[in-house]
């Protein structure tokens, strides 16, 4: 009798480690490019208007979709802030498994998220970053590029753009075409690129020299030209 005791225990826990399966796991590694090259902070590039090196890059990324063959969609995680500091950023997800065709993002944050303020979540690895929060107007910046530019290489006139507002929209929503598959224990990498130079250099780029700054309300005109431009840079390879 004991010995069937211990074949039966043996048996269940034979079945119960069979019936276990790792998660499947998704990253999604962010890799900005300028062009065919790696995006690099403190580095001068030539734009439509002159010349600029940025000192900082940051965007929010919300409500990240997958998209199903069959155009079923599987939201994976709801924001996620980009500090870029010259190396690739990696967001870690667990969808469900199956067979998908694209990822849907937002560039920026809804209205409900745009709402939360660090001082209520300073620990958040999302909404807690202060620096990229208008305390007066309470609102996060979507999008966040500074450093300097000028009309030769030789750089003193600073730039920024603030893009971050609900009245004036610049949440843009983009949608990136690629067939993956996803299942139980493998772990799958995407590789997402965005081409900045496309914002400054491209058929409808900004240039840098007569439109340099925005905090979005004082210069809608640019804040929408620049959400507009980021949402056509995306690519997966």
Same mark, same amino acid.
């Given at each position: 009798?004991?010995?069937?005791?211990?074949?039966?225990?043996?048996?269940?826990?034979?079945? &119960?480690?069979?019936?276990?399966?790792? %998660?499947? /796991?998704?990253?999604?590694?962010?890799? @900005?490019?300028?062009?065919?090259?790696?995006?690099?902070?403190?580095?001068?590039?030539?734009? &439509?208007?002159?010349?600029?090196?940025?000192?900082?890059?940051?965007?929010?990324?919300?409500?990240?979709?997958?998209?199903?063959?069959?155009?079923?969609?599987?939201?994976?995680?709801?924001?996620?802030?980009?500090?870029? +500091?010259?190396?690739?950023?990696?967001? +870690?997800?667990? %969808?469900?498994?199956?067979?998908?065709?694209?990822?849907?993002?937002?560039?920026?944050?809804?209205?409900? *998220?745009?709402?939360?303020?660090? =001082?209520?979540?300073? $620990?958040?690895?999302?909404?807690?970053?202060?620096?990229?929060?208008?305390?007066? =107007?309470?609102?996060?910046?979507?999008?966040?590029?500074?450093?300097?530019?000028?009309?030769?290489?030789?750089?003193?006139? @600073?730039?920024?753009?603030?893009?971050? $507002?609900?009245?004036? +929209?610049?949440?843009?929503? /983009? !949608?990136?075409?690629?067939?993956?598959?996803?299942?139980?224990?493998?772990?799958?990498? &995407?590789?997402? *690129?965005?081409?900045?130079?496309?914002?400054? /250099?491209?058929? $409808?780029?900004?240039?840098? !020299?007569? $439109?340099?700054?925005?905090?979005?309300?004082?210069?809608?005109?640019?804040?929408?030209?620049?959400?507009?431009?980021?949402?056509?840079?995306?690519?997966?390879?």
């Amino acid at each position: 009798m004991r010995r069937s005791s211990v074949y039966i225990v043996a048996a269940l826990i034979v079945l &119960l480690t069979s019936c276990h399966k790792d %998660p499947a /796991t998704l990253q999604i590694r962010f890799t @900005p490019k300028w062009g065919a090259d790696d995006f690099k902070l403190h580095t001068t590039y030539a734009t &439509l208007g002159g010349y600029m090196n940025f000192s900082s890059f940051d965007m929010y990324l919300s409500h990240i979709t997958l998209i199903k063959n069959d155009n079923s969609e599987v939201e994976v995680d709801s924001a996620v802030l980009i500090s870029y +500091n010259d190396n690739a950023i990696t967001i +870690n997800l667990t %969808p469900a498994k199956g067979d998908y065709k694209s990822i849907k993002f937002g560039i920026g944050l809804d209205s409900a *998220q745009n709402k939360i303020s660090p =001082a209520d979540r300073p $620990n958040d690895p999302v909404y807690g970053n202060s620096l990229l929060y208008w305390d007066a =107007a309470r609102l996060h910046l979507f999008l966040h590029m500074e450093g300097l530019s000028g009309n030769t290489s030789n750089l003193g006139d @600073p730039f920024f753009y603030h893009e971050g $507002n609900d009245s004036i +929209n610049t949440l843009r929503t /983009t !949608t990136v075409s690629k067939s993956f598959s996803v299942s139980d224990g493998q772990s799958t990498v &995407l590789n997402l *690129q965005g081409d900045i130079s496309k914002v400054f /250099t491209g058929a $409808n780029a900004v240039n840098v !020299t007569t $439109n340099p700054t925005t905090h979005t309300r004082d210069n809608p005109q640019t804040a929408t030209l620049v959400a507009n431009a980021f949402s056509q840079i995306f690519s997966i390879q």
